[in-house]
C-alpha cells in the first residue's frame, strides 16, 4: 500500500503565474478530496470527485481554481493567476465508499504552496 | 453540519493516559463521530470513528455519551509521537451526504517527557 501522493510538495510562485498539483490517491479508491490548510487553522474543504465526477464544490473554490479527475484515477488542481492570499498546504485525501456508510479519508503529506 | 467544541490545548506527560473531549450538543442520528489527528508537517491521519458504542482500535479508545452529545478520545499510554492536533469531527451518512469533512480549531496536544 503506497498510500496518497502528492507532488510537488513544495512549490515557490511569482504572483499572477499559473501552478498545477497532482494528486496520486489509494488504488481503488472511488473518492477523491482536495482541502486547503493555512497557517494555524484546520483544514478546509475545497471539492470532491465520486470517480471522475466533480461532484461538489466549495464557495472557497474561486474561478481561479480547476480540479480534474480523468478517468477517476489521479487528480490535479490548477489555479490560475495565482494571489498571495493563495499561499497554503493543499491536501488530497482518498476514501473508498459503499453504499451510504461512512468512510475513511486518508490524506497525503500535501504541497505547500508560496505566492511570491 | 452540527459543530464540535474542543479545547484549544491540552498537556500529558509520556506514559500516562490522556482524555480528550469534545461537546457535540446539536448532534444528529445519521451523525458518526470522527476523530482525525495532525502531526507537525504531515497531512491528518484517521485516529477513530464511532456513532453510538465505545469503540476501540490499535490507536485509541472512543466513549460515546449515552445522549451523544458529547464524546471522549482515550489515548491509553502517550508517547512523544502522540504530539499533534486532534480533531473532532461530525460526519452525516443521511441522503445528500457528500462525506466532506469540516474541521475546527482542534485540541493541541502536547506531551512531556
Known amino acids: 500500500d503506497t498510500g496518497v501522493s502528492q507532488d510537488p510538495r513544495h512549490k515557490i510562485t511569482k504572483r499572477g503565474q499559473n501552478v498545477t498539483f497532482r494528486c496520486d490517491p489509494i488504488s481503488e479508491h472511488n473518492r477523491l478530496y482536495w482541502y486547503r490548510q493555512t497557517l494555524g487553522q484546520g483544514p478546509e474543504f475545497l471539492t470532491y470527485?465520486?470517480?471522475?465526477?466533480?461532484?461538489?464544490k466549495s464557495r472557497l473554490l474561486s474561478d481561479r481554481f480547476s480540479a480534474e479527475r480523468p478517468k477517476g484515477s489521479f487528480s490535479t488542481l490548477e489555479i490560475q493567476r495565482t494571489e498571495q492570499g493563495d499561499s497554503a498546504m493543499y491536501l488530497c485525501?482518498?476514501?473508498?465508499?459503499?453504499?451510504?456508510?461512512?468512510?475513511?479519508?486518508?490524506f497525503g503529506p500535501g504541497t505547500r504552496l508560496t505566492v511570491l | 453540519d452540527a459543530k464540535t467544541t474542543q479545547p484549544n490545548s491540552m498537556e500529558s506527560n509520556e506514559e500516562e493516559p490522556v482524555h480528550l473531549p469534545c461537546n457535540h450538543s446539536?448532534?444528529?442520528?445519521?451523525?458518526?463521530i470522527h476523530w482525525y489527528r495532525q502531526l507537525p508537517s504531515q497531512g491528518p491521519e484517521y485516529v477513530i470513528h464511532?456513532?453510538?458504542s465505545n469503540v476501540n482500535n490499535r490507536m485509541a479508545s472512543l466513549a460515546i455519551a449515552e445522549d451523544r452529545k458529547s464524546s471522549t478520545l482515550i489515548l491509553h499510554r502517550a508517547t512523544l509521537r502522540d504530539a499533534a492536533v486532534y480533531y473532532c469531527?461530525?460526519?452525516?451518512?443521511?441522503?445528500?451526504?457528500?462525506?466532506?469533512?469540516?474541521f475546527g480549531q482542534g485540541t493541541t496536544l502536547q506531551v512531556k517527557p
Open positions: 446539536t448532534i444528529s442520528g445519521t451523525d458518526y
Open positions: 464511532g456513532l453510538t
Open positions: 485525501a482518498s476514501s473508498l465508499v459503499k453504499g451510504r456508510g461512512t468512510d475513511t479519508q486518508y
Open positions: 470527485f465520486q470517480n471522475e465526477a466533480q461532484l461538489e
Open positions: 469531527i461530525l460526519r452525516d451518512v443521511g441522503s445528500g451526504n457528500t462525506g466532506k469533512l469540516i
